[in-house]
T-cell receptor, first 113, second 114 residues
C-alpha cells in the first residue's frame, strides 16, 4: 500500500534555530517527491520537487534531500523565522498514476520568538 | 502566468442545505483539475479529479459530487449537506503533460455545517 509517513507530528523551536523534518514513503514505482508549506487556513504552497535522480534541492532557507534507496526525505530549515510557523507536508507521486498524489499528514512547526 | 481561484473562502451552511463551491483556472488550457478535503489535523484526501470537460473520477464514496461544465471550471456540489461534510476543501490543477512541475493548489474553502 502506498503510504507517506512524516515525523515529528509537531515541533516547537526558537527563532533563529535550525530544524529537520522527516518523511518516509512506501510508494512504488516512485515518480517524484514534493514538500509543501501550508499556512493555517490556506492552500499548500510548493517548496521543492525532486525526481528520482535528484538528491538535494534548495529553495532559500529550505533544503530538501532525497534518498531513493532508503525511501527517505528530509526538509531542513535554516535560521528559522516566525513566518516559518506552518504545516509542512511531504507528498509523493507514483509513476503509474501521476494524477494522484499521496500525502503525508504533515509536521506542524511553531517558531517562537 | 497561470492562476487558480477558489471561492468562497469560508462558508457556514445548515445541515440539509445544498452546496456549490467553484474553482477556476486562468492562463492555461485543458488542465487536470482536482478537489481535495482536509479534515482538522489530517492529510489531504482526494475527492474527485477531472482530465477533461465532463470527465469526472470519484475517489471515495460520499455525499458530494463534482462537475466540469467548462474547460477551466470545476464545481463541487451537494444536494443535502451532512455534519460530516465540514472541513477544508482545496481545489488544485496540474498541466496535462508536465505534471511534475505544475501541481498548484487554490487558497481553500473552510466549510462548516451546523
Amino acid at each position: 500500500k502506498n503510504q507517506v509517513e512524516q515525523s515529528p507530528q509537531s515541533l516547537i523551536i526558537l527563532e533563529g534555530k535550525n530544524c529537520t523534518l522527516q518523511c518516509n514513503y512506501t510508494v512504488s514505482p516512485f515518480s517524484n517527491l514534493r514538500w509543501y508549506k501550508q499556512d493555517t487556513g490556506r492552500g499548500p504552497v510548493s517548496l521543492t520537487i525532486m525526481t528520482f535522480s535528484e538528491n538535494t534541492k534548495s529553495n532559500g532557507r529550505y533544503t530538501a534531500t532525497l534518498d531513493a534507496d532508503t525511501k527517505q526525505s528530509s526538509l531542513h530549515i535554516t535560521a528559522s523565522q516566525l513566518s516559518d510557523s506552518a504545516s509542512y507536508i511531504c507528498v509523493v507521486s507514483a509513476m503509474d498514476s501521476s494524477y494522484k498524489l499521496i500525502f503525508g499528514s504533515g509536521t506542524r512547526l511553531l517558531v517562537r520568538p | 502566468s497561470q492562476t487558480i481561484h477558489q471561492w468562497p473562502a469560508t462558508l457556514v451552511q445548515p445541515v440539509g442545505s445544498p452546496l456549490s463551491l467553484e474553482c477556476t483556472v486562468e492562463g492555461t488550457s485543458n488542465p487536470n483539475l482536482y478537489w481535495y478535503r482536509q479534515a482538522a489535523g489530517r492529510g489531504l484526501q482526494l475527492l474527485f479529479y477531472s482530465v477533461g470537460i465532463g470527465q469526472i473520477s470519484s475517489e471515495v464514496p460520499q455525499n458530494l459530487s463534482a462537475s466540469r461544465p467548462q474547460d477551466r471550471q470545476f464545481i463541487l456540489s451537494s444536494k443535502k449537506l451532512l455534519l460530516s461534510d465540514s472541513g477544508f476543501y482545496l481545489c488544485a490543477w496540474s498541466p496535462t503533460v508536465q505534471e511534475v512541475y505544475g501541481y498548484t493548489f487554490g487558497s481553500g474553502t473552510r466549510l462548516t455545517v451546523v
